[in-house]
Antibody, heavy 122, light 111 residues
Framework: EVQLLESGGGLVQPGGSLRLSCAASGFTFSTYAMGWVRQAPGKGLEWVSLISGSGGGTYYADAVKGRFTISRDNSKNTLYLQMNSLRAEDTAVYYC???????????????WGQGALVTVSS | QSVLTQPPSVSGAPGQRVTIPCTGSSSNIGAGSDVHWYQQLPGTAPKLLIYGNNNRPSGVPDRFSGSKSGASASLAITGLQADDETDYYCQSYDSSLSGWVFGGGTKLTVL
């Protein structure tokens, strides 16, 4: 059974930093791309970042480019999201998700974690 | 403003058929990118409902189906049930943005 468990969420002041982790189990972690999707309170889903199975390819939404860094440790089956220079508009539930698909334009999120709440406020 | 456009809400009576449209452009759906659909129950993580335009993951009832034509796609739900009342999102890949995009979401109400 695929399981994704996020941790590291919390309250942080504007300009601060936070690192999210996502522990994966139930599948061969290094084989699959992984990503982060966020959802602001009462709003829709927004793709944040994605990393290939090997970690050699990383992708970012314009809203977070230059501030967030995605990484993975395949020896620990863990995905990370380092978030710096946080803003109020980054407040959201952050979901870790497993990707499936043959090419970039077929990739979709087939399993999701329960989410981690990040609140940016003074 | 989402790159993929969905109506904020749709409704239907129990047992009826409803469709939820997802309109894209020549840089995403119209460029041949697959469309995928997610169902999100209140307070829970999204769940994959349809992938690759018209494929159902194991366990998803055949009451749910997807289609794609040109730069648009749609999710159809037949035999509406009370527990279908929730939020639905479409998703694709946009080559101009070099990223993955979601529709704004549609809230389905079962009358």
């Amino acid at each position: 059974e695929v399981q994704l468990l996020e941790s590291g969420g919390g309250l942080v002041q504007p300009g601060g930093s936070l690192r999210l982790s996502c522990a994966a189990s139930g599948f061969t972690f290094s084989t699959y791309a992984m990503g982060w999707v966020r959802q602001a309170p009462g709003k829709g889903l927004e793709w944040v970042s994605l990393i290939s199975g090997s970690g050699g390819g990383t992708y970012y939404a314009d809203a977070v480019k230059g501030r967030f860094t995605i990484s993975r440790d395949n020896s620990k089956n863990t995905l990370y999201l380092q978030m710096n220079s946080l803003r109020a508009e980054d407040t959201a539930v952050y979901y870790c998700a497993k990707l499936r698909g043959l090419r970039l334009n077929t990739w979709h999120f087939d399993y999701w974690g329960q989410g981690a709440l990040v609140t940016v406020s003074s | 403003q989402s790159v993929l456009t969905q109506p904020p809400s749709v409704s239907g009576a129990p047992g009826q058929r409803v469709t939820i449209p997802c309109t894209g452009s020549s840089s995403n759906i119209g460029a041949g990118s697959d469309v995928h659909w997610y169902q999100q129950l209140p307070g829970t993580a999204p769940k994959l409902l349809i992938y690759g335009n018209n494929n159902r993951p194991s366990g998803v009832p055949d009451r749910f189906s997807g289609s794609k034509s040109g730069a648009s796609a749609s999710l159809a739900i037949t035999g509406l049930q009370a527990d279908d009342e929730t939020d639905y999102y479409c998703q694709s890949y946009d080559s101009s943005l070099s990223g993955w995009v979601f529709g704004g979401g549609t809230k389905l109400t079962v009358l």
